[in-house]
């Protein structure tokens, strides 16, 4: 089998991959879907859109590490099937309220937190229960087929929402078709996880009960410099420079006056790249800090880029080679983070990843909408890469000074270890 997809070898884990493309499909739609309600229940509105979408990943923020102490001290499979249908469940209603047409700006904010709280239960679990399928020598290989397959998602995904809601007529009760289609992904996860083998599972060691659990994962990432470089890098691109659900919908709209299936299609060319930075992110055997920096300095002079282009298609043919060094990044940082952690520990710093780059959302989103709104779409582009841009040269700053020199992960870990025991 070839290396860039050797975890499918491993049957659990082929079963798992297989519910997990039908629900990020799923996922990619209502994302789609979610956006144009919002701006068809607002005419438009850039700073709504940015506050759905704020609200969305505002549980990410504030409960991340608490659903990391869990992925850690309970068994991940079970709590997965827990976390399926809390996401399911307002996906369900925001779906029912959209279709029969009562559906009202509220209700699109509440159930976006709702279904945010059970996104930050379910990422840190679903992130640290990888290796418990493949083990260690595959978790490279199998956190880039993860990603893969999102962006797999990612292509058919939002083409195939925007095609069906025009199709439908492109209201709001066309919105709601796709969500609902969502809600119902979510049987795929769910019937995979019970068809595991759980036998051939390699569950890690749960961490003791007691008080200060979060906060001994906080000092573990603290006395790693190579981690804290991560994760201050992924901070500024998924706070200012991955809102491509309200920036591409801004431009379709406003800048390239397009309508909600070219806006889908603009998922789609992203993707692409995505995709391909996910495979190449999968034949690696290991990864490297340098290469979280120098994607993400790529990607924020890409997002400059993009905000300038003159066209809508000029526009599209940028996507994919932002989607391309988003994607490297993104999938180093995920593998550099699990790969290089303490097992017992992984579950914790998972969620603190989670944290900073999804749940930075809440304050990136509004801003950048607020940027839209007063200076009109392009900037939601141009701010966001210079923002990005900016902070990782001051992260990286900070870390050479820290540190004095680049220095190496093995160095970093072994640092990290006496930092676990005094904890």
């Known amino acids: 089998m070839s290396p860039t997809f050797s975890s499918l070898r491993i049957r659990n884990y082929r079963i798992y991959a297989g519910g997990a493309v039908v629900s990020n499909i799923g996922t990619w739609m209502q994302r789609v879907a979610q956006d144009w309600l919002v701006l068809q229940l607002t005419d438009n509105s850039a700073t709504a859109l940015g506050i759905v979408t704020g609200l969305q990943f505002l549980p990410m923020l504030l409960l991340s590490p608490v659903g990391g102490l869990v992925a850690d001290r309970f068994a991940k499979r079970k709590v997965m099937i827990v976390t399926q249908l809390m996401m399911a469940a307002p996906a369900a209603l925001l779906g029912t309220l959209a279709v029969t047409g009562t559906v009202q700006l509220w209700h699109a904010y509440v159930l976006a937190f709702v279904f945010g709280v059970g996104t930050a239960f379910d990422a840190p679990v679903r992130q640290s229960f990888v290796v418990e399928m493949v083990g260690q020598k595959d978790l490279a290989n199998a956190v880039g087929l993860n990603s893969a397959s999102f962006n797999s998602a990612r292509i058919v995904g939002p083409a195939a929402a925007g095609f069906l809601i025009a199709a439908l007529g492109s209201g709001v009760e066309a919105t709601g078709w796709a969500i609902l289609i969502n809600a119902v992904?979510?049987?795929?996860?769910?019937?995979?996880?019970?068809?595991?083998?759980?036998t051939l599972l390699r569950p890690s060691t749960p961490a003791?009960?007691?008080?200060?659990?979060?906060?001994?994962?906080?000092?573990?990432?603290?006395?790693?410099?190579?981690?804290?470089?991560?994760?201050?890098?992924?901070?500024?691109?998924?706070?200012?420079?991955?809102?491509?659900?309200?920036?591409s919908a801004l431009m379709a709209t406003e800048v390239f006056g397009?309508?909600?299936?070219?806006?889908?299609?603009?998922?789609?060319?992203?993707?692409?790249?995505?995709?391909?930075g996910a495979l190449v992110a999968a034949r690696r055997a290991a990864p490297r800090v340098r290469t979280v920096v120098g994607g993400a300095g790529v990607f924020s002079v890409l997002l400059i880029t993009m905000g300038l282009m003159p066209t809508y298609w000029t526009y599209?043919?940028?996507?994919?080679?932002?989607?391309?060094?988003?994607?490297?990044?993104?999938?180093?940082?995920?593998?550099?983070?699990?790969?290089?952690?303490?097992?017992?520990?992984?579950?914790?710093?998972?969620?603190?990843?989670?944290?900073?780059?999804?749940?930075?959302?809440?304050?990136?989103?509004?801003?950048?909408?607020?940027?839209?709104?007063?200076?009109?779409?392009?900037?939601?582009?141009?701010?966001?890469?210079?923002?990005?841009?900016?902070?990782?040269?001051?992260?990286?700053?900070?870390?050479?000074?820290?540190?004095?020199?680049?220095?190496?992960?093995?160095?970093?870990?072994?640092?990290?270890?006496?930092?676990?025991?005094?904890?």
């Open 185 to 198: 992904s979510y049987v795929a996860v769910i019937a995979s996880l019970l068809r595991l083998d759980t």
């Open 208 to 247: 003791e009960r007691g008080r200060g659990g979060i906060r001994v994962g906080i000092t573990y990432v603290r006395g790693r410099p190579d981690l804290m470089l991560v994760l201050a890098t992924v901070f500024f691109v998924g706070t200012f420079g991955m809102n491509f659900q309200m920036t």
């Open 258 to 276: 397009k309508g909600v299936s070219e806006y889908g299609v603009l998922g789609s060319f992203m993707a692409v790249g995505s995709l391909t």
């Open 316 to 423: 599209a043919a940028v996507l994919p080679f932002a989607g391309l060094f988003a994607l490297t990044m993104v999938t180093t940082a995920n593998a550099t983070i699990q790969l290089t952690v303490a097992p017992e520990m992984r579950g914790r710093v998972a969620a603190l990843y989670l944290m900073i780059f999804m749940g930075g959302t809440p304050i990136g989103a509004p801003l950048i909408g607020l940027i839209g709104e007063v200076l009109g779409a392009r900037w939601t582009l141009i701010g966001g890469g210079v923002i990005t841009l900016a902070g990782l040269a001051v992260s990286l700053l900070l870390y050479l000074r820290h540190t004095g020199s680049v220095i190496s992960q093995d160095e970093n870990q072994r640092f990290a270890l006496t930092v676990t025991a005094r904890a």
